[in-house]
Structures are given as C-alpha cells and as structure tokens.
C-alpha cells in the first residue's frame, strides 16, 4: 500500500515534492518495521537527500528523517552512524526549535537510549 501511495506522488507531484519524500519516509518505516534494514536504510537516505534539497537541512522534517535513519543505522548495528545522525538531529533541533519543543525531546530520548546500548 505504501508503494502504490509513493507511485501516485511521484506520477502527481514528482520525486523531489516535499509530499512524496513524506511517502517515502514512510516507506522506509515499514520497511524497518518489517526487518528490512538495508532497503529501509536506502529510501531513508533518499528522503533525507531530497528534504535537505527541497527544504533545507534545518527544517524539523529534514531532522526527522535524520532521525529515522539513525534508528535505521542501529538496528543494523551500525553504532557509529547512528551516533553521528542522533547527534546531528539533537543539534539540529535545539537550534531549529529550541531545548524544550517536543522534537527536540525525542531527539535527546534517542540519542540517550544509542549511547545506553
């Protein structure tokens, strides 16, 4: 379903359309849900890449695909990676945001719960 939903964005709006990069950040989740972590890797990477061009790489979704592809980076055991986009994503929200915006707070939970592990 998820496939068939980032197909029509990309027909209607294109690939670099804020829209569909949300498509595929979703995708992605599923596929980390489903335990494919390197295609879930991949389509995060690609919607990481076509926020930063399409919004900047301060704008809280850019951030959150950081984030995702930080869990995405653990779950692969790819510890170093993943300390490198929580720390990114943390910096990158208290500066867009603030300390204290919910955003923010997540990225401090994930990056804590990395360095526990």
């Known amino acids: ?29 599923m596929l980390r849900a489903q335990g494919k972590y390197e295609a879930a890797e991949a389509m995060n990477r690609r919607a990481l890449e076509g926020r930063e061009k399409a ?29 490198a986009m929580n720390r990114r994503a943390l910096e990158g929200s208290e500066k867009a945001l603030g300390k204290e915006h919910p955003n923010t707070l997540t990225s401090v939970y994930c990056f804590a719960y990395l360095l526990h592990h």
């Open 55 to 83: 919004l900047g790489k301060e704008h809280p979704d850019t951030l959150t695909s950081v984030s995702n592809l930080a869990v995405v980076l653990e779950s692969q055991k790819k510890y170093e990676a993943a300390e």
């Open 1 to 29: 379903m998820n496939r068939r939903a980032l197909e029509g964005y990309e027909k209607a709006l294109g690939k670099e359309h804020p829209s569909t990069l949300t498509s595929v950040n979703n995708l992605a989740g």
